[in-house]
Nanobody, 120 residues
Framework: QVELVESGGGLVQAGGSLTLSCTASGSIFRVVAQGWYRQAPGTQRELVATINAGGGIDYADSVRGRFTISRDNTVNTVYLQMNSLKPEDTAVYYC??????????????WGQGTQVTVSS
């Protein structure tokens, strides 16, 4: 399978910026899509941003214009640049990947999560 290791979370003041990184390692034949989700206490996990193999990108309405998802295929890493952060962005952020492990076997994997806290 695939292991996803996240980094870059932390505490930041409102209006500040953070960049999250997620590196995939293991059996990677082909990446279908990668993305970021978040979950605040007492809420369901929600989509933040995704990028597919063709470069197509989708953002949640709440982050569009403030967050940017990108990837570096040479190191199997996806990034989330977060600008103009708001207290309501506070959550645990999870990296997600949909990857073909072999030519006919694929699956969905999750990172361990990284805490992002935005103070007002």
């Amino acid at each position: 399978q695939v292991e996803l290791v996240e980094s870059g979370g932390g505490l930041v003041q409102a209006g500040g910026s953070l960049t999250l990184s997620c590196t995939a390692s293991g059996s990677i034949f082909r990446v279908v899509a990668q993305g970021w989700y978040r979950q605040a206490p007492g809420t369901q996990r929600e989509l933040v941003a995704t990028i597919n193999a063709g470069g197509g990108i989708d953002y949640a309405d709440s982050v569009r214009g403030r967050f940017t998802i990108s990837r570096d295929n040479t190191v199997n890493t996806v990034y989330l640049q977060m600008n103009s952060l708001k207290p309501e962005d506070t959550a645990v952020y999870y990296c997600n990947s949909r990857i073909y492990y072999t030519h006919n076997s694929w699956g969905e994997d999750w990172g361990q999560g990284t805490q992002v806290t935005v103070s007002s």
